[in-house]
């Protein structure tokens, strides 16, 4: 209890909410108990990596929450170009101080971008999982993958009961 009421004071002192955000990606955002931020707005694969959706193009990266678990990351492999990604297949990897992690695609479509700022700087990831640290940008092949995977809400519960499992 008493580390949930200096979250919450924390939160407040550095004025975080979740109907207000100052990002022009991401609307808002909330702190789950495991303290991973888990954005309005997105979806979640319950292999960890999110999707925005906008118009013709969807991008996908890691969550918080993954990128929290994998500690500092030091490698990122990720696609080309015009390469194509299918939901639940490996895309890439992430390698961190503790372990390297195959990075799965949630959903199926063309590579159009791949965010090359992370082969010099994977960091990006750690530091801005949802902003900077983005991975690729798909032309979804199948949009209808995406009410597969779960909103905010849901996947700070899958979250939660994970953590709780380990």
């Given at each position: 209890m008493a580390l949930r009421m200096w979250a919450s004071s924390t939160a407040n002192a550095l004025k975080l909410s979740s109907s207000a955000s100052k990002s022009h990606l991401l609307p808002a955002f909330s702190i789950s108990r495991c303290f991973s931020s888990v954005l309005e707005g997105l979806k979640y694969a319950n292999s960890h990596e999110w999707v925005k959706h906008e118009g013709s193009v969807a991008t996908i990266g890691i969550s918080d929450h993954a990128q929290d678990h994998l500690g500092e990351v030091v490698f990122v492999e990720l696609p080309e170009e015009k390469s194509s990604v299918s939901k639940e297949k490996n895309f890439g990897a992430v390698e961190s101080v503790k372990a390297t992690s195959e990075i799965i695609s949630p959903i199926s479509g063309e590579v159009i971008e791949?965010?090359?700022?992370?082969?010099?700087?994977?960091?990006?990831?750690?530091?801005?999982?949802?902003?900077?640290?983005?991975?690729?940008?798909?032309?979804?092949?199948?949009?209808?993958?995406?009410?597969s995977l779960m909103g905010p809400k849901e996947y700070t519960k899958f979250c939660e009961e994970e953590d709780a499992a380990h």
């Open positions: 791949v965010n090359t700022k992370l082969a010099d700087s994977p960091g990006l990831i750690n530091s801005s999982p949802y902003e900077e640290g983005w991975m690729i940008k798909v032309k979804p092949s199948n949009p209808a993958e995406l009410e």
